[in-house]
């Protein structure tokens, strides 16, 4: 019996997904405390926060970790496989993509909006 | 001719065989029915009456309102009222009703035999039918909740709510809340393990994509708010403050508990309901669903995204303008695949030949009110307007556009689709069609009025209203409106009697939809299908004409009875492919009892009988332990026969078999529970205004370490027995030292307990005292689980290929571990000087 491979196991149906919930939870988890602590009142960079640049970096760090799952299942889309492999390895790269945009559009505001206010 | 004879002989005597198998006993029997068909329709039959009372309600609220300073009914009863409709139409009706659709239909359509879990079903079933009827007894006995459905904090919280209003709502929501776990668990595993032979993950039905999702939301939004009822419980029975602002809890920490459920609720309700409409749409519109895995891909992302929408419930509380934005996005965001699913209707009308008939003009019906709904959502996920409309009848009229166009709406029209397959007659829809406008023009003229009153100021949840704030007009017209659409409703239950006692009996398929559960006999009998069906081609492009007399015939897989046993196939989660045959239990009384002891406790608790509550648990817990009593073998099985030349093992034989992927869910389940805990302990020491790090007590390391050592050895032990029973050495030392390391955590974690002092001072320390009692928990179900180890394995019931019981157990060691660190983890912060 042949083995689905790692990359075509159901799992990363929801990978994309489950990055933009990891990152919207550590972003507002994140934003609490720093408001609670005083981070915002931080200057590290110029106009920049401490509070605003970690805000960024997780955000960042959202977006290419979400990116990184597309460009793997890009990569695993060009491979054969059972019906039922292929048909789960197009809808992991399309809910991943999704979520990319999604991770995009819900976390954009870090970049410009006020943020303890 | 011959052959036909012939088949339809075979046919009878099959369906004798499996039905003295599968059949429940009559009389009193009946109470012992396990059987998904039967309990799907008591859950919908149920969830309906619920309906009919939430609707009186509903009724009464508007008679209430109809005209200013009204003195129909009063505050004190209006309270009541408005409470109990909200949080029948919710807990009592939208999800049962859900939940009977699902376990009525759901196997069915994948082309199995039954759940996964019967008895939980059943149990399931009684305990929805119990707690439901604590809060319908309290209602009539004019103590019911009154406190809002959403039983905000401080108002429901123990000084300004002193009766037990508020207990009758954490208890028996909690009751019932543990039938919607069940049901999504088993639901999860019935779609993954239990499908016809050949439906591969991409052929089934797109219902089964939606159920899947759905119950998968279940299983990550009941948890939090089950630990906030836990915690509102124990805040109002035993004075721990987690919500007291003056000893360190806040309120906000409800409300964050209740919206982690609450927002996802609202698409736990529409999702299935979406499924309906997408299984009927390509019946009437005679072509296959447009853009099916289009939908499977929304259906998922609404999945995600409906987690991040909680706080746009929360816009006004004062959270920084930052958080603001990330939840006004995701609940813009939301629209999009909830509109891809809308889109995907229209393209399969448009595509196809469509016909109508009754269920496509209720469906007609919801798209227009759901829509009103979306658009309507979508201007309140914008924070400026939401400040605006916030808790006004804007959002009342808001929230029914959606549950009634996204839900109410498409269960009618899902009603008149299905009900032929439940009665195995057709309706005449002599009055279907004036029911269905009464409804339509009575629901418009009642709650699209609301957004006027709502523009205008008229604030929710308020009983009466003066003269001079110039609403008369448009609450009577309201309350008119309500009236008529009471009128369509009895209609539309007329019309269902109507159908019942004088519809036109058929065989099969009346709409000539090409589904798989149109291919059982109608009424369908309790073993669904005779023969189990390969499938070759996507679920919805079969043909149930030729497809059910095949199976009726015996001449799909387990085309015969064998044993007395009830059987079904368990699949390959991707290719489909036979993998075990899966033995289901037999009718019993012991869900029944189980639940009857279940109720028993909660009426303890209800009742502050709390040392005696102690027999019911203890019950409740023998009572489970004797559920594994029937279940596996004493010896090892050659594989079975399931069809020619075919062989596959009984499903206790196989690395993972249900009951494996069902710990695997509960885990995800009880991961939550603790997440969400964690959260709340945070959330707690971070926005808490009153937080002094005096008030912490010092947890003593001398105890933390040794009792994190002992759950970990606990883990270690567990293992160790599955590797010694997998290599056939005996394993009875090795459970005795995992029961006992379990024993020892536990006992560390309780004498951390004692010398942790009063709980009630201070929220850390009631946050803490949670955490150790949490662990404890875990270490006591361990213990429980290794003796049950040792008493399968004395009993003969484990061997190398019969391991799945210790791997069960196994696992809960290992979780077990987990949490007992974790929770020491940040018991040990929160107590740090």
Known sequence: ?117 | MDEGNTRARSSIRLHKELSAIWDAPPGWGRLAAVNHTTIGKRFMLTAFVFFLIGGLLGMLIRAQLATSGSAFIGAPIYNQIFTMHGTIMMFLFAIPMFEGFAIYLLPKMLGARDMAFPRLTAYGYWCYLFGGSILIVALLAGVAPNGGWFLYTPLNSQPYSPGINADIWLLGITFVEISALSAAIEIIVSILRLRAPGMSIERMPIMAWYLLVTAFMMLFGFPPLILGSILLELERAFDLPFFDPTRGGDSLLWQHLFWLFGHPEVYIIFLPAAGAVSMMIPTFARHELVGYRSVILAVMAVGFLSFGLWVHHMFTVGIPHLALAFFSAASGLVAIPTAVQLFSWIATIAQGRPRFDVPMLYLGGAFVVFILGGLTGVMLAMVPFNFQAHDTHFVVAHLHYVLVGGFVFPLLAATYYWLPHITGRMARHSVSVPAFWLLFGGFNLTFFIMHLTGLLGMPRRVWTYPEAAGWDIFNLISSVGSFVMAAGFALFAVDIVLQLRFGERFRRNPWRARTLEWATPTPPPSYAFASLPVISDRADRLDPDRIGPELAAGRGYLGAARNGWMETLGVDIASGEPREVVILPRPTYLPLFTALATGAFVLCLLFKAYALSIVPLLVVLGLFLAWTVSSGSRRDLEDLPIAPGKTAPPHWQVERPPSWWAMSFTLTADGVFFASLLFGVLFLRVVSPDWPASQGPVLDLRLALPAIAAAGLAALAGRHAVRRLLSGRPLAVALVACAGAHLAAMALLVAMIVALGDPTVHANRATIFALLAFAALHAALGMIFAAFGLWRERSGLLSPARSVDLRIGAMWHGASAVVVTIALLFAWIGSAP
């Open chain 1, 1 to 117: 019996m042949s083995r689905t491979s790692f990359l075509g196991q159901p799992f990363f149906l929801v990978a994309g997904f489950s990055i933009w919930a990891v990152g919207f939870l550590a972003l507002y988890a994140l934003l609490s405390v720093g408001c609670a602590y005083g981070w915002n009142e931080i200057v590290v960079v110029g106009s920049f926060s401490l509070l605003r640049l970690q805000l960024v970096a997780v955000f960042i760090v959202s977006l290419a970790a979400c990116a990184g799952v597309v460009a793997a299942l890009l990569a695993r889309r060009r491979g054969g496989g059972k019906a039922s492999e292929h048909f789960l390895a197009i809808l992991a790269l399309q809910a991943s993509l999704a979520a990319l945009v999604a991770t995009f559009f819900t976390f954009a505001g870090v970049l410009t909006l006020s943020i303890c206010d």
